[in-house]
């Protein structure tokens, strides 16, 4: 794609996907396989136009993607008009949220190899490129450990999960615990292959679906790609939902770990128990400012049990 065919709403930015764009040289010799990218989105006006211009600009030679918007009442539906030229497919209604309307996404994509983004997340240069110039026909799951976590680009600080290779249901389940357990959304893309083999994500859940899916994927033993480069960012700030984690996002993937506990050992699972009783009273000690009374954290810490700590 032609930079200067974008149109640009947003023309203070600089760098990558503004005034730069992934080198097309580099998808030269092969036949690439059709890339289906989803982006659910509501109510990031703010950001949105930097990922549809971070997924468009890889240049990626046989690229599908998808827009699902929950009904914004921002600028958002502004800025998919002035890309409509450029969008396979976009709709903006009301939807039962994110898990939703990645499914509605995935329905209707048709690409041999699926992904979602999230709209104030992205791609970095080249991803597309160093990554799908790399996997053999046997892979079924790709995913990577190495990302750029901003508020904007300038203040952006690389973070790697250190415990995701290879992939594992017993480091998995450990996704409450550690964000070094955590693979990150942004780096994931599977194969049709896989989808039709473990189906949608659950969307009764708001926080874990990806944990849950990628939990799923575990299960099947899938041939995987991992990649230990950065490929993408994602913002964490005050209107991330990531950010408003907390105890509801805690709870529900401590449900999922137990859930999926049955497929570990028996020594995992009680070990799998142990963390989970940390966490909650480790949680609790620093709600609420309760970690301000040594005494308190001291009788916690006395308490907690000794395996849960390493």
């Known amino acids: 794609m032609n930079l200067e065919l974008l149109p640009r709403l947003d023309t203070k930015k600089q760098g990558f996907p503004w005034d730069e764009e992934s080198n097309v040289s580099l998808y030269e010799g092969r036949q690439y396989p059709k890339l289906s990218i989803v982006v659910p989105s509501y109510n990031q006006g703010h950001f949105i136009e930097e990922t549809l211009r971070c997924i468009l600009l890889q240049n990626y030679p046989n690229l599908e993607l998808i ?10 539906v502004e800025i998919l008009k002035s890309y409509d030229d450029f969008i396979d497919f976009w709709i903006s209604e009301k939807d039962e949220g994110q898990s939703d309307a990645i499914n509605k996404g995935l329905k209707r994509a048709t690409g041999d190899w699926l ?6 997340d992205g791609y970095l240069k080249d991803a597309f490129a160093n990554i799908f110039s790399e996997i053999s026909n046997e892979v079924d799951f790709i995913y990577g450990n190495q990302g750029y976590v901003v508020k904007t ?21 450990r996704f ?15 194969s049709r292959k896989l989808m039709d083999k473990i189906g949608l994500y659950d969307q009764e859940l708001h926080y874990g679906m990806d944990f849950d899916w990628y939990v799923r994927a575990a299960l099947t033993i899938p041939k995987t790609h991992f990649t230990d ?4 960012f994602y913002r ?20 999922i770990a137990r ?12 070990r799998l128990e142990e963390e989970v009783a940390y966490d909650i009273q480790l949680r609790s000690v620093f709600s609420d400012g309760k970690a301000t ?9 006395l308490s907690s049990p000794r395996d849960a700590i390493k």
């Not at 480069?229 to 993408?232: C, I, L, S």
């Not at 040594?294 to 916690?300: G, H, L, M, Q, Y």
């Open 259 to 270: 859930k999926y506990a049955k497929y570990l050992s028996k020594f995992d699972q009680k």
């Open 229 to 232: 480069f950065p490929t993408f």
């Open 115 to 120: 992904a979602f983004m999230n709209s104030d």
């Open 153 to 173: 680009m300038q203040d952006a600080q690389l973070r790697i999960s250190k415990n995701i290779y290879p992939l594992s249901v017993s480091k998995l389940l």
């Open 176 to 190: 409450f615990k550690d964000v070094n357990n955590i693979i990150p959304s942004q780096s994931v893309f599977f």
């Open 293 to 301: 009374n040594f005494t308190t954290f001291k009788d916690w810490f």
């Open 236 to 255: 964490l700030d005050e209107h991330a939902k990531t950010a408003k984690y907390h105890w509801r996002g805690f709870y529900e993937v401590v449900a």
């Open 67 to 76: 827009i699902i918007d929950g009904g914004s009442t921002d600028n958002t």
